[in-house]
């Protein structure tokens, strides 16, 4: 399947609709985008699952006091994690270009 979309003025693309039914890409969802090597001007995107949301539930419906526990959104708590690990990888880069 092919469609042609527009980059624009900031490089973003629309992905069409279609395709983002057919990889069940949402809205908030993380893709990976990389070059297909060996094919100049081929991109693959893919959606990037974390091992949380893929697993997320599977303990609880194991657990005898599941019920009494709070619901916890998934992508919350990953996009949590994401950036303050992006935060302390910054850290280090951010002192060093202060200090020049």
Request: hydrophobic residues 40%; neutral net charge; aromatic residues 2%.
């Amino acid at each position: 399947m092919e469609r042609l979309t527009t980059v624009t003025r900031k490089g973003q693309i629309t992905i069409p609709i279609e395709m983002r039914r057919a990889l069940a890409i949402e809205e908030g969802d993380k893709i990976a985008v990389s070059m297909v090597e060996g094919e100049p001007g081929v991109i693959m995107i893919r959606p990037v699952r974390s091992v949380a949301e893929m697993t997320y539930g599977l303990a609880r419906t194991l657990s005898p006091h599941a019920p009494d526990r709070p619901r916890v959104d998934a992508r919350q708590e990953r996009d949590a994690f994401e950036t303050s690990t992006a935060e302390a990888a910054m850290k280090p880069l951010t002192a060093t270009s202060t200090s020049q």
